[in-house]
């Protein structure tokens, strides 16, 4: 994979130019697209940009308004549509120098429905969705850095099956403004990199954070709290694994590991998630499913007629139980430092019928925290599994450090 | 003032049709439009809906996003620029039966550089902003029902001096996806009409949500807070008596007035909201700023200039201000089953230069609490002045109803 730490490195000792670093990018991009099928629409050349991602192209998922290329959704409805505006998030990526490589694969208004989008590591397997093209084109090293979003797990999951690095942000700390909402209390940008290295230096330059790029966190004493998110039902053998291999590590370096019992507003925190969604999705694409519903793919359609009856007392309901989760998460996750926990359900799954189960996300995304997934190992058909650090809200700065010195460990062991 | 309740009265009755109803508001609106100068944008002809709403044309803030309007902003920047779908707020409109009047002007993007609408009470003064079209087109009995959007002060200010009654909804209780970003965290819908017991009508028809369409809350025993918010400065003497004078009539009524003060955490969260808007609109606005800042209008180009320099510090202090002004907020509103206080500062500026000043307004709509505006009495100037019931989050039924109590005293006096 491209490093973004690499190629911003050599840019800045004047051993390359950001011209020459986003040329060979571009030959990558145009040597492995036809097999992966990683994007929706790319610009006629990459321009060079000024800053401390200059060199860096980044992909941008399809949901992403921009404006100097067509904005799809994943669907025929938009076909050829033209936003005026790049989105804030578009705007805050050029401001740091990187460039836009294209317009990433989604799923169609990043629901379920699959994207075009291979896995890298095996073209029959899903790249999982809905920010399939993104992480299937930073896995592929076609490009070093890309941006998606994630409602319920769709950030994290494809970042796991596609074996990338990939932080899903805290609420409000990226604007969602320009992205098509699907659940607007829901909807959370994030990134993907070969490395949480990458992500604390491009995220720190995006955001202007420069405290995001700080060095590894120190292990020894470090409280790990575990989570098997027991409310969300099982994983797969090789994502426990993956777990306990990530907690002996931790341990050997000196963390100390802590299980983690859910409390019971947590456990009702993921339960709203449905309502939630549900009533908010009903909302935000009234007028799709109103007047192009027979354009709508098949999961979507299916979910969206079943939640035109998702009513106020419910989303209501549903707000509450957020909002006291949110309150019980300030416990949960003051206990430790970090929580750790499955990213995905298991290896992709071996088909590109389905994009996977965002069940093992879904609760950190309601509740607004950061969580940055790392590939711990490879499962028994061979494909990455990743394994999330989570923490409390607005502490982005935290996973970032633990992630970045538990994937040296990961990396030296493997 | 054409009244909701009458139209939908007379059509459900079979006394009139929505159409014939569509066509007695449409020569209202060409009778007066030259002179007010309400709309941006109007469709061919009203075609009647179904639905409770049905016979109902509202305005329709020229922010929010049409699929058969162009959605201009109150800027040449988006000249011409014809969104693909309708907003949600829209959908909901029209899912209820009301038909869509028109695009209403707004300042542009929302801030505060006048838009061309004149007050209908008098011409040479301002109707106020950002939402003056739609406070105009009903207070000069154009329209029975507009919506339009308060980050600040948007909603409440213009329909206080118009003379006209208004909502801010609760944060989240109307999508705000289709509807132009300037502080995402603030940013909130409103409804305008001529009374409350309309905005109740047509909110539960909107929001479906029936008991926001309550009958009328009893006065006797009712507590009612009164602040004058201090931390914002003074108001001037016509909006004084006009609080006194609310007070007594509900005081007449059997209502209990309660002084009340105001908590620090409060005038801290009222400080606040300029850093936290200074951050997002920054954001919000970044491609408008970077590729178009010429063709931005005198005051919101200054403003922008300035927060260019608006950093995450300040925001996430902000941002925890905020949280802590809604803990706050909580037991503020427990002593009282609502709160009354200033519109705005005063009639209207005796000039179309300046849409007035929102700051009676800004700690609320940080809050996210519903605010209801009603007409109170005319000034020296002969222009009204209206004063806000205020209750907690999501307790948009309390301020409906008891504003309905209150418009009715306060119409048998005058």
């Given at each position: 994979m491209l490093s973004v730490r690499d190629i911003v490195g050599r840019v800045s000792a004047g051993k390359s130019t950001a011209e020459a670093e986003l040329a060979a990018t571009q030959e990558r991009i145009d040597a492995r697209e036809p097999a992966?099928?990683?994007?929706a629409s790319r610009p006629e050349g990459l321009r060079a940009g000024t800053?401390?991602?200059?060199g860096i192209a980044c992909g941008v998922k399809d949901i992403i308004d921009t404006a100097d290329l067509p904005t799809r959704m994943g669907s025929p409805i938009y076909e050829g549509w033209q936003p005026r505006a790049d989105a804030p998030i578009v705007m805050a990526l050029k401001a740091a120098g990187?460039?836009?490589?294209g317009k990433t694969h989604t799923t169609a208004f990043a629901f379920?429905?699959?994207?075009?989008?291979?896995?890298p590591h095996d073209a029959t397997a899903s790249p999982g969705g809905s920010s399939a093209g993104s992480a299937a084109a930073v896995a592929a090293g076609m490009i070093p850095l890309a941006i998606g979003t994630q409602t319920g797990g769709s950030v994290i999951r494809p970042a796991s099956y596609c074996g990338v690095a990939a932080i899903k942000t805290s609420?409000?700390?990226?604007?969602?403004?320009?992205v098509k909402p699907f659940s607007w209390s829901l909807d959370t940008l994030g990134l993907m990199a070969a490395s949480a290295d990458d992500l604390g230096l491009a995220l720190a330059a995006i955001a202007q954070r420069?405290?995001?790029?700080?060095?590894?966190?120190?292990?020894?004493g470090l409280r790990i709290g575990v989570t098997r998110q027991d409310f969300a039902g099982a994983a797969e053998p090789a994502c426990e694994t993956a777990l306990q291999r990530l907690s002996e590590i931790a341990a050997a370096a000196g963390a100390v590991i802590v299980p983690l019992e859910t409390p019971a507003a947590l456990a009702a925190a993921y339960e709203a998630h449905a309502p939630l969604q549900d009533y908010e999705a009903r909302h935000a694409l009234a007028w799709e499913y109103r007047h192009h519903r027979e354009a709508i793919p098949p999961k979507l359609r299916s979910y969206l007629d079943g939640v035109?009856?998702?009513?106020a007392a419910s989303y209501d309901e549903a707000r509450r139980l957020s909002r006291r989760g949110r309150d019980a998460a300030r416990g949960f996750f003051g206990a430790c430092d970090v929580v750790i926990s499955y990213?995905?359900?298991?290896?992709?799954?071996?088909?590109?019928g389905s994009t996977g189960d965002s069940k093992f996300n879904r609760l950190w995304t309601l509740l607004g925290v950061p969580c940055l997934t790392i590939p711990v190992l490879q499962g028994p058909r061979g494909l990455p599994v990743g394994i999330q650090i989570i923490a409390g809200f607005g502490a982005d700065e935290v996973v970032i450090a633990v992630a970045k010195a538990l994937e040296r460990l990961v990396g030296a062991e493997a």
């Open positions: 992966i099928q990683a994007f800053g401390p991602l200059a990187a460039s836009v490589a379920l429905d699959p994207a075009p989008t291979h896995n609420y409000g700390l990226l604007p969602t403004v320009g420069p405290e995001l790029d700080a060095g590894p966190a120190t292990l020894q035109q009856s998702a009513g990213a995905a359900p298991g290896e992709a799954p071996d088909t590109i």
